[in-house]
């Protein structure tokens, strides 16, 4: 297709060249980031795109045509607000270009809708986990019950071994049963305090299960307090780091493990089902492996792992404790930089 053509189009495709420079764009490219042809011609891709810092990272190796067709949903900053857009580089060959980038506004109900579902699929998915976890737990007790009276009346030690395991794995199972009927309904304790609070508690706590990490510690000072449930929004953050730290020291790797925990006030944030003028970002940055390609889509989901010895509950748990207050829980991963961050709206500030 001629250049020209492209500007019947009404997506936005921008022409790039192998080093990542504009060299053409089309009418509605224009409209899009309200600029003109020579305004963005020579202008580095990136640029356009440096809200997301993980996208303009992995920007050189998609227009080599590395991913394949990158898609990937971000917000960009159009005539001072922030708006959702859907990004694909698509890399071409023997072409006068290295790659397309087309570039679509997602309109808000569309984005609100993907929200909707992916909340209440989760809901539902947890819903029925917790009738299950309610069957099991009667039988359960009354097994460990009876294992206990046939333990005291057996006198045989070679058989005590017996009772003895069927004791710790009902135990084992009542403890799992626990963790998932715990958050059902039992209403928020708020209260006000600092986010650093619960930040420097993980830290204490992550320092010393594993000393080989470098942690480091990027606080905002001027993050306002918040409104909210302490120990709720603390094992949320712990979770999250938790899983990091693990996946660094479980996974062999040639850097140093490190683990970052960051703050900041962001403004015009994309919530589940709505927007918040102003909200905190707990990011918590590994350099690992990032998440296998196989989970991502349903690393939020209960009983969804990737390790030997997971259950798969700290992700969903974070989600809805998170949730509960509004926000919600993203991430951005490739190998060697993964960010989780927890999106907490601030909206009485
Ligand atoms: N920072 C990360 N880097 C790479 N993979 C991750 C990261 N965080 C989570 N994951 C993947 O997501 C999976 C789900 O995490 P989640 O915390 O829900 O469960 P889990 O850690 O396996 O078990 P549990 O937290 O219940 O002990 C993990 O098993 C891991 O494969
Ligand atoms: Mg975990």
Redesign the pocket.
Known sequence: MHVASYDLLSTAVLFLGSDGRIEHANTAAEELFSMSRRQLAGLCAQRLFDTDSALADRLPDAIAGKFGILRQDLMIERWGRQEAISLAIVPLHQQPWAALAEVRVIEHHILLDRHQQLSNELTAQRESLRNLAHEVKNPLGGLRGAAQLLDAELGNDALREYTQVIIEEADRLAGLVDRLISPQGSSLQKSWFNIHEACERVHTLLSVEFPAITFTRDYDASVPELLGDFSRLFQALL??A???A??LTESPQEETPHLILRTRVGRQLLLSGHQAKMGLIVS?V?N?????PA?QDK?FHPL????AS???????L?QEFVQQHGGIVAFD?QPGH?E?RMILPLEHV
């Open positions: 979770n999250i938790r899983n990091a693990q996946i918590v590994d690992g492996p990032g998440v296998p989970l690393i969804v792992t990737g390790r997971g259950t798969g509950l700290g992700l969903s974070a991963t993964t989780f």
